[in-house]
């Protein structure tokens, strides 16, 4: 999130006491039922049938250029979820038919081809392991009725998945496979839902124009976004923290803002660019230095959000998924009032929130999310003094992997591409007309 003294509009009038939410120290459509969440990093057959491929491999003793894992089935049979996750995309093809892509933790993706129709879910939808998400088809390059079954981590073919399946054998549909994948985690990655206000399964924007108009300019995928449209007018005369987050439990991106007598306000996102009513779900957060969310950061597949105060103490608020707070929050202490900016994303694609930190030296920081807190930090990189607007924390570029957006004093624009290790690739321009934004979230 941005610095305090770049949040304050000349109009706002109101600059209400802090005061803290009270907080307890706590340790630094299917045959069968969704499952609840899923914690053991074993995925289940998304199909009954017959394995008759596999990632490069023919299962007929040849080799088989091909990237997923065929599995015979009836035409119209039940398609499950493999794990929880977020759908990413649901679409078509020439190659796959009609196909859906399931995000998950820890960098992982699966994908679902030839159905016979398009998946049940839009992109932001979140779904549990064992979930029916459509039915098998045979749409796209293919003459015979079967799943395409693909996994991947980080954008690459994950070839161990064949460690699942043997071939020529039959599986059923919601059994756990003979294989426990490194770093799947719990909890759905939030990479995209947390900004994707559109519903179309890009990362979005929202910028504060020069009139405290709040605007939105929704993702192009590639690191470079649409024109602005604008869901409210004069909103932030009175109000700064803007903060993306998917605090509802809908799949769907929302907003928290905080207003200037205190009040944090929750605009929970409707999927098509626009917002409900904001009702109240705290007080006292006008004057906190930081405000961020878009993530989970205790690790219960619920997003949080993480503050400090105005005496640089750090707290974890824990989300109930359902548009509100639980208790115990969680305090990690002060130190924090040294920072320019912060910014919440899972930045190193292992489930867990992260933090990126810009101290008042200009140094880039990377605190890496542990259970209920933080690691310790790397330095990874210098020279952000130049920025006048820092946000991230999701996906930009389409690569499965969050990103950070920093602003010069000059408007031009730039995207750090995420890593998925915490770190980033070299900076691209996004634009140079971004000067006159008050705030770039």
């Not at 509009?9 to 499952?35: E, K, N, Q, Y």
């Not at 005496?311 to 989300?319: A, C, Q, S």
């Not at 259970?371 to 820092?390: H, K």
């Amino acid at each position: 999130m941005k610095r305090t003294s770049r949040w304050r509009l000349a109009r706002a009038g109101i600059v209400a006491a802090l005061a803290l939410v009270a907080g307890v120290l706590v340790p630094a459509a299917s045959t069968l039922s969704p499952a609840a969440a899923a914690t053991d990093g074993q995925m289940v057959y998304p199909a009954s049938g017959n394995i008759q491929s596999k990632v490069g491999d023919g299962c007929r003793g040849n080799y088989r250029a091909h990237e997923g894992i065929d599995i015979t089935g009836a035409g119209g049979a039940p398609i499950l979820a493999a794990y929880d996750g977020v759908i990413k995309v649901r679409t078509s093809n020439s190659g796959y038919g009609y196909y859906t892509d399931i995000e998950h933790p820890g960098g992982y993706t699966t994908r679902y081809g030839h159905m016979a129709s398009p998946g049940y879910y839009p992109p932001g939808t979140r779904v549990t392991r064992g979930q029916e998400i459509g039915i098998v088809g045979k749409t796209g390059a293919t003459s015979a009725y079967h799943l395409h079954f693909e996994v991947r981590l980080n954008g690459a073919v994950y070839t161990a998945i064949n460690g699942g399946f043997t071939c020529l054998s039959n599986v059923t549909r919601g059994t756990l496979m003979p294989l426990v994948i490194p770093g799947l985690g719990t909890g759905p990655r939030a990479s995209i839902a947390s900004a994707d206000y559109n519903g179309d399964g890009r990362a979005d924007l929202l910028v504060v124009a020069g009139n405290a108009d709040l605007q939105l300019r929704t993702g192009l995928g590639g690191g470079s976004f649409h024109a602005p449209s604008t869901p409210f007018v004069a909103f932030a005369d009175y109000r700064r923290h803007i903060t993306h987050t998917e605090f509802t439990g809908d799949g769907r991106a929302d907003l928290l803002v905080a207003r200037g007598d205190g009040v944090l306000e929750l605009f929970p996102g409707t999927g098509t660019g626009g917002f409900q009513a904001g009702r109240t779900v705290g007080n006292g957060w006008y004057d906190m230095l930081h405000i961020t969310s878009g993530a989970d950061y205790t690790g219960d597949g619920k997003q949080d959000v993480v503050a400090v105060s105005s005496t640089g103490v750090m707290t974890i608020y824990r989300g109930n998924g359902a548009g509100g707070f639980a208790t115990p929050y969680v305090l990690l202490g002060g130190g924090w009032e040294g920072f320019r900016s912060l910014v919440g994303g899972d930045f190193d694609n292992d489930g867990r929130g992260d933090l990126i930190g810009i101290d008042d030296t200009g140094t880039l920081y990377f605190y890496p999310g542990v259970a209920n807190g933080f690691g310790a930090r790397r330095s990874i990189g210098d020279g952000w003094l130049e920025f006048t607007a820092v946000t991230g924390g999701v996906d930009y570029t389409s690569d499965d992997r969050a990103d950070l957006l920093g602003r010069t004093p000059s408007g031009e624009l730039y995207v750090y591409p995420g890593l998925g290790n915490g770190t980033f690739n070299t900076r691209v321009l996004v634009g140079a007309d971004w000067a006159a934004h008050l705030a770039i979230e």
